[in-house]
T-cell receptor
């Protein structure tokens, strides 16, 4: 079993839809949770960074962490064609520790 | 404030050769991590450097080595290249302060091994 699992998609939604992206993990030591967006042939761009369980909102993006279920989610409201990218979940056990990434979910938002 | 930069952008090598990739950290950052991203996969942690010392290593053989310089720039060296080393190599910089683990990535170097 991989440490971090993520549905690779591809996921295709119409413009304006609410998008839900999810990851599960097996290592209960993970405490820091991140979501990155990666456009084709570019480096990952940090979207959300959360510590432990709970919700965090930033504009159209909401990150949720449920440590009891080892499950994290990213919601994108009012999705735009510019949101079309690969979304990577990532996590680490300690501050400054190595970051473990999921394989990424490819998202297409159709105008 | 400048972001993370990497050079070169693309590189083609043959099996058995050696390669050096370079990274300049974001201004003010003191920690750099290197990742390997195969096509269609998430980045995999290679190692991290903090204050010029290796500070954690992933499941990569010793032929992957690195350096961090006093100005916090960094190099990744790979010896005896293998075909499976073909990937996007990413560096990420961060500031080790408090409980912060936010890493900011460069655009990557795409390495092709023939």
């Amino acid at each position: 079993q991989k440490e971090v699992e993520q549905d690779p998609g591809p996921l295709s939604v119409p413009e304006g839809a609410i998008v839900s992206l999810n990851c599960t993990y097996s290592n209960s030591a993970f405490q820091y949770f991140m979501w990155y967006r990666q456009y084709s042939r570019k480096g990952p761009e940090l979207l959300m960074y959360t510590y432990s369980s709970g919700n965090k909102e930033d504009g159209r993006f909401t990150a949720q962490v449920d440590k009891s279920s080892k499950y994290i989610s990213l919601f994108i409201r009012d999705s735009q064609p510019s949101d079309s990218a690969t979304y990577l979940c990532a996590m680490s056990p300690l501050s400054y520790d190595k970051v473990i990434f999921g394989p990424g979910t490819s998202l297409s938002v159709i105008p | 404030e400048t972001g993370v930069t990497q050079s070169p952008t693309h590189l083609i090598k043959t099996r058995g050769q050696q390669v050096t990739l370079r990274c300049s950290s974001q201004s003010g950052h003191n920690t750099v991590s290197w990742y390997q991203q195969a096509l269609g996969q998430g980045p995999q942690f290679i190692f991290q450097y903090y204050r010029e010392e290796e500070n954690g290593r992933g499941n990569f053989p010793p032929r992957f080595s690195g350096l961090q310089f006093p100005n916090y720039s960094s190099e990744l060296n790979v010896n005896a290249l293998e075909l499976d080393d073909s990937a996007l190599y990413l560096c990420a910089s961060s500031l080790r302060q408090g409980g912060n683990n936010e890493q900011f990535f460069g655009p990557g170097t795409r390495l092709t091994v023939l």
